[in-house]
């Protein structure tokens, strides 16, 4: 077998290898629906509109375990009352 269809066919016994890996593996998890519910949270109390990115960040801490944090970032940095930081941030974390 010449060198070129030796590898050739090595590449492409690769390929099928790899797609079928690639079909068997599980999905990635989506972003968590907590994450909006958080956010919603926070909306609810300002009244304002859509929250602001710092809301949306805390609340992607909530998810990560990060309670202290999220609550921090929510009464101290954002304004809202520190029991809406404290349901909004465990809803985060559901």
Known sequence: MRTS?????VLTGLTL?????????PAAP?????????????????KGGEAPASVHTACYIAVTGA???????????????????????KLGAE
């Open 5 to 9: 269809a030796r590898i050739a066919s």
């Open 17 to 25: 290898a790899l797609g079928g890996a690639a079909l068997t593996a």
């Open 30 to 46: 989506a972003a968590p629906a907590d994450v909006s519910a958080c956010i919603n949270q926070v909306e609810r109390e300002l």
């Open 67 to 89: 309670h202290g944090t999220c609550v921090a970032g929510l009464a101290e940095g954002i304004g809202v009352t520190k029991a809406t930081a404290e349901s909004a941030c």
